[in-house]
């Protein structure tokens, strides 16, 4: 214990070093491949993020062995849905305009739902709005919308600062094609 309490002074500075940024490279087929994933994340928002299910995301998509939408939703899959939104904006697969109406048709929704003391329940139907049993309010998930949430309103500044029209859009275009 001596030799720990005598030696944690060099232990925090090393620990506490900031970290040597590193470049990466990769390669054209990479960033590619890369952006044609995100553009296949999206298309799943972009079909299943709808009016239908009240602007919420459905928890999973089920192709086989038949096809169903599981039309319940959490915090956390709101979060990410919210985020989807802002990545595609950054990608250029949709406007500001269309990024802000997606989102604020979300929170709209969100004002409508029912919550326990002001906190979200875990689980909603996403096209009748109720909370689904049991009713349990869950910190993990509640803690990632709250990071969601952080992260959209500094996304939020930042696209205030952009070109309507720019460049992003064009190469969103272009994944379509990839």
Sequence with gaps: ILILWITSPAIAWFVSR??????????????????????KTWAYFEQFVTAEDNWLPPDNYQEHPVERIA????????????M?????TDFGYITNG???ERSTNA?????????????FFNW??????????????????????????????????SI??????????FE???DCFQ
């Excluded at 960033?31 to 995100?38: E, G, I, P, S, W």
């Excluded at 989807?84 to 595609?88: D, V």
């Excluded at 049991?134 to 992260?151: E, F, K, M, Q």
């Excluded at 205030?160 to 859009?169: D, R, Y």
């Design 172 to 174: 969103g275009v272009n």
């Design 18 to 39: 900031p970290l040597v940024k590193r470049l990466v490279n990769i390669s054209e087929d990479q960033v590619v491949f890369l952006r044609k994933m995100a553009r």
């Design 124 to 157: 909603y139907d996403t096209q009748t709005l109720e909370p689904l049993p049991p009713r349990y309010i869950s910190t993990v998930d509640s803690g990632n919308l709250a990071g969601h949430l952080l992260t959209l309103r500094q996304g939020i500044f």
């Design 98 to 100: 269309r990024f802000l």
């Design 71 to 82: 039309h319940r939703t959490s915090p956390t899959n709101i979060g990410l849905s919210l």
């Design 84 to 88: 989807a939104n802002l990545a595609a």
């Design 160 to 169: 205030s600062t952009q070109p309507v029209l720019g460049p992003k859009l």
């Design 107 to 119: 929170f709209r929704t969100l004002q409508k739902i029912e919550r326990h003391r002001g906190h």
